[in-house]
């Protein structure tokens, strides 16, 4: 099974500031990796696919990059509604796996 | 637009089976695959499989094999997850999502999700 390491697991920032939040893949997954947004009660919604594509309707202030195993997630300027949840999946080899999560809250 | 349409929340005793529907609209459901994933409380997101509603044909993560059955009913465009022999660490919710087109691949890998079905397993 391909692990995909995310960190960090918890993260305290202000409103206006860059967040990144990285995940490293335990083998070449070229860019089959998405990233997802899960606030409290609610599921997962896509926010980033194959690495670096911005979903429909998904605010420019994210963005997303990499290939092979190391891939980096960024809201550029945090909003309050940005609090949630986030995960990185791979989807290149079967089982589909995802990182552990990254708890972002306001400072 | 794309919408997935889970039943509802379920208590079930230890060693019982349980059976959660997802009912899809907005596109040709069978030429999608559908997968389901589970979330523990507090915890990650969990992969448990997927099914080919054109076939039939399904794959399952290995932690799952010999418990879980996907299955999908055409006429009513609705998946299927029964899982058995329940045990107190499946209480979870329980979410279908769509994955990628069958026939050309194409499409979002897992980009609309049900609202989720949240299974309880208690005495």
């Known amino acids: 099974d391909i692990q995909m390491t995310q960190s960090p697991s918890s993260l305290s920032a202000s409103v206006g500031d860059r967040v990144t939040i990285t995940c490293q893949a335990s083998?070449?997954?070229?860019?089959?990796l998405n990233w997802y947004q899960q606030k409290a009660g609610k599921a997962p919604k896509l926010l980033i696919y194959d690495a670096s594509n911005l979903e429909t309707g998904v605010p420019s202030r994210f963005s997303g990059s990499g290939s092979g195993t190391d891939f980096t997630f960024t809201i550029s300027s945090l909003q309050p509604e940005d609090i949630a949840t986030y995960y990185c999946?791979?989807?290149?080899?079967?089982?589909?796996?995802f990182g552990q999560g990254t708890r972002l809250e306001i400072k | 637009q794309v919408q997935l349409v889970q039943s509802g929340a379920e208590v079930k005793k230890p060693g019982a089976s349980v059976k959660v529907s997802c009912k899809a609209s907005?596109?040709?459901?069978?030429?999608?695959?559908m997968h389901w994933v589970r979330q523990a409380p507090g915890q990650g997101l969990e992969w448990m499989g997927w099914?080919?509603?054109?076939?039939?044909?399904?794959s399952y993560a290995q932690k799952f094999q010999g418990r879980v059955t996907m299955t999908r009913d055409t006429s009513i465009s609705t998946t299927y997850m029964e899982l058995s022999r329940l045990r107190s660490d499946d209480t979870a919710v329980y979410y279908c999502?769509?994955?990628?087109?069958?026939?050309?691949?194409?499409?979002?890998?897992?980009?609309?999700w049900g609202q989720g079905t949240l299974v309880t397993v208690s005495s």
């Open positions: 907005g596109y040709t459901f069978t030429d999608y695959y």
């Open positions: 083998q070449d997954i070229s860019n089959n």
């Open positions: 099914i080919n509603p054109n076939s039939g044909g399904t």
């Open positions: 999502a769509r994955g990628r087109h069958i026939v050309g691949g194409t499409g979002k890998f897992l980009g609309y």
């Open positions: 999946q791979q989807y290149d080899n079967l089982p589909i796996t």
